[in-house]
């Protein structure tokens, strides 16, 4: 059982809205908290509030002209197309930067209680707004909540702090603020830049001394070789940068119904590598876990039940897949979104994989995958790319 865990809420987070028809539905984050609730996860964690980030928490890694632009732009509700705001994907509403500076705040809020000792891990689900870049939005997101927490925790004194995304898409925007940057590890596994957005994310992108890591997974990969390449990459990797932190994004549009993507994976795969991930915050940053959401536009049969797993796995007390949802949460889910919510916390898979230990096919395009990223960056840090 994990001590001390926060999850940080406010429900003028699901104000980050960019409307009507738009992927990025708040309804999914209304939605994880209420099946989080109905089911008792909240109940063994500490629900904290949170504050809108400060013009200087964001000017950790977002330029003040690009601050200033979006509070403009969200004031007068005209686009600024110079800085990304006013796109099909980044359209801009009214409240635009209280809405985004709520949300990195509440990831501040995350790292500030791991940090100062007052939780061993923290999670926050409306965070992972991991596409956004120093002076422009991109891909859903406005300011870069991952990257602000990040860049707080080094000024705080953090030496070495380590980033793994597991979002469907690659975590370019973390990527590129850290790029040239020794003491930040980042580790995105994504599928190939060659058939999704941002178009970035190949293994020849090792930043400073082996420091960005990219598994870029060819589209159709499930549960098996999505883990077979975690395992293969990021414990070996976390154990030899030993954190003092680790954060981490947990984007489910992985999962094999999201619209906007082309993985495979199951509800069961994504809770398999929560648990993953909190077994290597013990291992090897101290258990200091700072936990955020991501993409998932699966409102309904997908987002709610992978980050309640998420957020159980976080609190030290996983739920039983075969747990049946609420019928309280079906209901809320039907009145909010018209669809009908899935019986059980499981899609019926038991997940598991090989370990590329036991060996490789170079015929195989996962397999493939995994030794472009270990030939690239294994290097650089004392490993031996060959298993």
């Known amino acids: 059982m994990s001590q001390a865990v926060r999850v ?3 429900d003028a987070l699901v104000s980050y809205d960019f409307g009507p028809g738009h992927p990025l539905a708040p309804v999914r984050v209304e939605l994880t908290m209420a099946l989080a609730r109905d089911l008792g996860v909240l109940g063994g964690v500490e629900l904290v509030g949170c504050v809108p980030a400060t013009d200087d928490e964001l000017a950790l890694v977002h330029k003040r002209d690009y601050v ?5 732009a969200s004031r007068i509700g005209r686009p600024d197309l110079r800085h990304g705001l006013g796109t099909e994907d980044n359209p801009v509403f009214t409240g635009m930067h209280a809405a985004a500076a709520l949300v990195t705040g509440a990831t501040l809020e995350a790292a500030r209680a791991v940090w100062r000792g007052e939780a061993e891990h923290a999670v926050n689900v409306a965070g992972g707004l991991h596409h956004a870049m120093t002076a422009a939005a991109s891909g859903f997101c406005v300011y870069n909540d991952p990257a602000v927490a990040i860049a707080w925790l080094l000024s705080q004194g953090a030496s070495r702090v380590a980033y793994v995304d597991i979002d469907v898409h690659h975590g370019d925007g973390v990527q590129a603020m850290f790029y040239d940057d020794p003491r930040v590890l980042t580790i995105s596994l994504h599928e190939s830049p060659r058939t999704l957005f941002p178009g970035t994310g190949l293994p020849q992108e090792t930043g400073a001394e082996g420091s960005a890591v990219n598994v870029a997974l060819p589209a159709g990969c499930g ?14 990797l976390l154990r030899e940068f030993a954190p003092e932190v680790l954060v981490t994004q947990q ?8 619209p906007l993507a082309n993985l495979m994976l199951s509800v069961d795969g994504q809770r398999t590598a929560y648990a993953a991930l909190h077994r290597l915050a013990h291992e090897t940053a101290g258990g200091r876990w700072i936990a955020v959401g991501g993409g998932g536009y699966e409102i309904v049969r997908v987002v ?3 980050w309640t797993h998420l957020i159980a796995e976080v609190a030290g007390a996983p739920v039983d897949p075969r747990t049946g949802t609420p019928r309280s949460w079906r209901r809320l889910a039907a009145e909010r979104t018209g669809e009908t919510a899935p019986l059980t916390m499981t899609d019926g898979r038991d997940p598991s994989w ?3 230990s036991e060996g490789y096919d170079p015929a195989d395009a996962i397999d493939r995958a995994i030794m472009a990223t270990r030939n690239a960056v294994f290097p650089f840090h004392g490993l031996d790319p060959l298993p």
Do not use: M, Q, Y
């Open 251 to 258: 984007g489910c549009d992985s999962h094999a119904l999201d």
């Open 304 to 306: 709610p039940r992978a």
């Open 354 to 356: 090989r370990e590329i």
């Open 68 to 72: 200033e632009a979006v509070k403009t």
């Open 8 to 10: 940080i809420w406010d």
């Open 223 to 236: 549960d098996a070789g999505w883990l077979r390449a975690f395992h293969a990459v990021v414990p070996p």
